[in-house]
């Protein structure tokens, strides 16, 4: 006997949020009705373990092996009992992206074996039910998640159009009392937010703010024994207040490097003008790595775009080819 459970939904939001909440199985208890629990590595060929609720049936063990991943568009996987041609059931998911920035679920399952004969029926209505409560749940977090507005930075308040080049101006840390201070004393360039987890950010905001400033241009006004090098083995040494944590500045000492000469500075502790609105966002896809539920990377996106902010998972192309220039330029230099 063969048989296809097939149901699908049509969901208010991109493949990519999607997808995000669907390999995110470590979130499931949070949502998913269907397998409120499954753990394991998502990977080809591994097997996850977890349990299957169907309400008016009894809630199973599931074992199944990942037999495709394919990042946001399918994902598979095969139940199969020992004895051949006894029960055989693959459950699947693909996500058809509509022109209209909907996206379709295909979420079904392919049966077959002897067995089936006894548990079609059950499979067929009480079964069913239960995949389309988890399709609707499934469609409910991610429509939510695709819309939801993420603060990302107090510098996304301020108007775009006003130019703040920061020369003249002084930066703290947030010490109330014996802060650090520092003066800017040239324009800065480059001012991005970055998402990287290298990067100090104020405890509200989910992006740095980082601009440059040429070597020579800053002066450490106050305090300066208050700054220690954060983490030695970094190519920028990033120099912190040892009270309250504040990043103060970076520098770079490897004289080869590509930022040789340059001091980064976080443009938001200016204390005696306006936060510079940033040019562009830089490794954006970096906060999945530092912690952030993949599912919320699209809102962020949206947000920027929706600011004229482009973002990047490196730096900005300018600065990319200005690397990779500096790269050819060292080896000609060695030759
Ligand atoms: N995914 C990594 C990226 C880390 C990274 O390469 N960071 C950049 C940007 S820092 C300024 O915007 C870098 O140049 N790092 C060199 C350094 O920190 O010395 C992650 O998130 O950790």
Not at 142 to 147: G, K, N, R, Y
Not at 251 to 276: A, K, S
Not at 295 to 322: C, H, W
């Amino acid at each position: 006997m063969e048989k296809t459970l097939d149901t699908s939904i049509k969901i208010n939001a991109p493949a990519h949020v999607i997808w995000a909440i669907l390999d995110d199985i470590e979130r499931y208890p949070e949502w998913n009705p269907l397998v409120p629990e499954l753990k394991g590595k998502t990977m080809v060929g591994r097997q996850v373990e977890g349990i299957l609720t169907r309400e008016g049936m009894p809630t199973v063990p599931l074992k199944p092996t990942l037999t495709a991943i394919v990042g946001a568009r399918e994902l598979r996987w095969l139940s199969e009992r020992p004895t051949p041609g006894e029960f055989r059931a693959e459950h699947y998911f693909v996500l058809e992206q509509n022109d209209d920035g909907t996206t379709t679920l295909i979420h079904n399952e392919d049966f077959s074996g002897t067995f089936l004969t006894q548990v079609w029926d059950g499979i067929n209505t009480l079964g069913r039910a239960a995949y389309i409560r988890m399709n609707e749940a499934l469609k409910e977090r991610a429509e939510a998640l695709a819309t939801e507005e993420p603060y990302v930075h107090a510098s996304l308040d301020n108007t775009p159009s006003d130019k703040v080049s920061l020369q003249g101006k002084t930066l703290k840390c947030s010490c109330a009392e014996n802060p650090v201070v520092i003066n800017v004393n040239a324009p800065i360039y480059h001012n991005h937010l970055c998402g990287c987890s290298k990067c100090w950010k104020p405890e509200d905001a989910l992006l740095a703010l980082i601009a440059v400033v040429a070597d020579g241009q800053l002066t450490v006004a106050e305090n300066n024994d208050k700054l220690q090098i954060v983490d030695e083995t970094q190519s920028i040494k990033r120099y912190a207040c040892s009270s309250c944590g504040t990043h103060m500045y970076g520098t770079v000492e490897d004289r080869d490097h590509h930022f040789y000469g340059l001091n980064f500075i976080h443009p938001e502790l200016v204390t005696d003008g306006q936060i510079p609105v940033p040019e562009f966002a830089a490794f954006v896809s970096s906060l999945v790595e530092t912690g952030l539920e993949p599912a919320q990377m699209v809102s962020i996106r949206t947000k920027l775009e929706d600011l004229g902010i482009p973002s990047y998972d490196v730096f900005s192309p300018e600065i990319m080819d200005l690397i990779a220039w500096h790269k050819v330029k060292l080896e000609k230099c060695d030759q």
